[in-house]
């Protein structure tokens, strides 16, 4: 079957640097996606990685190994509105988005 | 970026009635289009696929019959819940694709609609 891995929840502090980690197992690999949720709205787009490395935007970055079936969003210099839901998603061999659960974020002061 | 439009933001219904929910594409063209539906501290769940001009595949456990979708034009796709019951009551969601080659296949999202079925 195919499975998205990431963890429920993570509280770090403002101005810190948390990383999340993603790892999955689907049918056929076309990239994946880093998404962010503020309750009650919709998702916005963070990045896309479809090989492997680092890919860098501004405060936040993500990582790629796709022998490892690994990936992770890191977010710098955290700030109390970076507080959300961080969504990972993979697309399959058909062009399917499989998705995460999500991993809710907490900042704190 | 692309961007999706999604209407209504927010609508109330009573229970029995109809609602339609509508997603534009407003400066492409998307070939693809799918509907999530979102439940309370929950992630999203894929509901259908629709491709332009041919009819949704809905995921497993989700009635066609109950969530209409169609496809008519490359930059509108319509959701509608028929006989709406207050457990329909939710966060819709849908995204938008344009497949070309050279494109990343990164989906633009609506705005959302949240529909509360009294």
């Known amino acids: 079957g195919q499975n998205i891995d990431q963890p429920t929840e993570m509280t770090a502090t403002e101005g810190a640097i948390v990383q999340i980690n993603c790892t999955y197992q689907?049918?056929?690999?076309?990239?994946l996606f880093w998404y962010q949720q503020h309750a009650g709205e919709a998702p916005t787009f963070l990045s896309y990685?479809?090989l492997d490395g680092l890919e860098e935007k501004g405060r936040f970055s993500s990582f790629l190994s796709r022998s490892k079936g690994y990936s992770y969003l890191l977010l710098k210099e955290l700030q109390m509105k970076d507080s959300a839901s961080y969504l990972c998603?993979?697309?399959?061999?058909?062009?399917?988005?499989?998705w995460g659960a999500g991993t809710k974020l907490i900042i704190k002061p | 970026g692309a961007v999706v439009s999604q209407h209504p933001s927010r609508v109330i219904c009573k229970s029995g009635t109809s609602v339609k929910i509508e997603c534009r594409s407003l400066?492409?063209?998307?070939?693809?289009m799918f509907w999530y539906r979102q439940f309370p501290k929950k992630s999203l769940m894929l509901m259908a696929t629709?491709?332009?001009?041919?009819?949704?595949?809905?995921e497993q456990g989700v009635e066609k019959d109950k969530f209409l979708i169609n496809h008519a034009s490359l930059t509108l796709s319509t959701l509608t819940v028929t006989s709406a019951h207050p457990e329909d009551s939710s966060f819709y969601i849908c995204?938008?694709?344009?497949?070309?080659?050279?494109?990343?296949?990164?989906?633009?999202f609506g705005e959302g609609s949240r529909l509360t079925v009294l």
């Open positions: 995204s938008a694709r344009s497949v070309r080659q050279g494109d990343t296949g990164e989906l633009f």
């Open positions: 400066d492409f063209q998307a070939t693809t």
């Open positions: 629709s491709n332009e001009g041919s009819k949704a595949t809905y």
């Open positions: 689907t049918s056929g690999f076309n990239g």
């Open positions: 990685n479809v």
């Open positions: 998603a993979v697309l399959d061999s058909n062009y399917q988005l499989i």
